[in-house]
């Protein structure tokens, strides 16, 4: 009985770990399409684990003190879609340039530069202005 509750233990631990490495972002391109689903959710805590630097100090407000923020997402995202449309590296880090559409038709494109952290994990760490 207790080979087979330990071992049960074990598949579920092994599982567990298994879901949490793969929620991390393998690539700059993957985190931000991450980080896109998060905004659709309205889900600020993963938005919040794939930020870093100037690009999460500039939203930290709105991340943790707005508790209307998630819904004001959900309902900004509602229908939209991520276009990647280049990654490139840059002598910062990996740059992903993006575009959404938006439900209404307009569409927005955005640069990030993107910095693997003490980790190795991807975060998105400040906006690229032309």
């Not at 509602?78 to 490139?88: C, K, S, Y």
Request: overall charge positive; proline content about 3%.
């Amino acid at each position: 009985m207790k080979k087979r509750v330990l071992c049960v233990l074990a598949v579920a631990w092994f599982m567990g770990e298994t879901a949490l490495l793969a929620a991390e972002p393998a690539s700059p391109d993957e985190c931000v399409a991450q980080f896109f689903e998060a905004s659709k959710n309205g889900d600020t805590a993963r938005m919040k684990q794939l930020m870093a630097g100037s690009f999460y100090n500039q939203r930290k407000t709105l991340l943790e003190n707005n508790t209307t923020y998630p819904d004001f997402l959900r309902k900004h995202y509602d229908g939209a879609r991520l276009q990647i449309t280049n990654v490139r590296e840059d002598r910062r880090g990996w740059v992903v340039e993006l575009r959404t559409k938006f439900a209404d038709g307009t569409v927005d494109s955005n640069k990030f530069l993107l910095q693997k952290d003490a980790t190795g994990s991807w975060k998105i760490v400040q906006d690229v202005y032309p």
